[in-house]
């Protein structure tokens, strides 16, 4: 969370300090907090960061791709701010990235595809090695042509 909040403040800096009412108001005050990070902060985590690459990195020498959830629910509705994870509610938005922030911070390609389970659907991510992303899309092709996966849903 750290690195994304650093790197993501550091590439709209210039904007926010010109044009933050272009910026949606909950975006801007992550973007202008990402900015008061203690740099000490960023540079221990740039080192979890390489130690996680290389750990993950290793799986992937015995398996081409990876399933796991994109978010930690199905879908919230269009305008629903909070919902109940865990028997506790909290802020929909900052909690549908939990489980996509511990790969896309390292870099690795990931494709998420809607699966149906309910009414709304649930995000399936493939995760593929570093610049496999042919291995990724094919997962994702296949899942298509099975059914399990839809490129749109239809309600």
């Known amino acids: 969370m750290v ?4 790197e993501g403040s550091s590439n709209h800096l210039d904007d926010l300090k010109t044009r933050p009412q272009d910026f949606d108001p909950l975006t801007r ?3 202008l907090a990402g900015a008061l990070v203690p740099g000490v902060f960023y540079q221990q985590a740039q080192r979890f960061r390489a130690w996680y690459r290389a750990q993950v990195a290793r799986l992937f020498g015995e398996v081409d791709v990876l399933l796991a959830p994109t978010t930690p629910c199905p879908a919230p509705r269009i305008g629903q701010d909070r919902m109940v994870l865990d ?3 909290v802020p929909a938005r900052a909690s549908l990235g939990l ?3 511990p790969l896309s911070f390292i870099g690795l390609p990931v494709l998420s595809v809607p699966v149906r389970t309910g009414p709304l659907p ?4 493939i ?3 570093p610049f496999r992303e042919a291995h990724v899309l094919r997962v994702g092709a296949l899942l298509e042509a099975k059914g399990v996966a839809a490129a749109v849903l239809a309600p």
Request: hydrophobic letters at 45%.
């Open 3 to 6: 690195i994304t909040a650093c």
């Open 29 to 31: 005050d992550r973007f």
């Open 87 to 89: 028997g506790v509610e």
């Open 99 to 101: 489980f996509t922030q």
């Open 122 to 125: 649930v995000g399936v991510q």
């Open 127 to 129: 995760i593929g090695a």
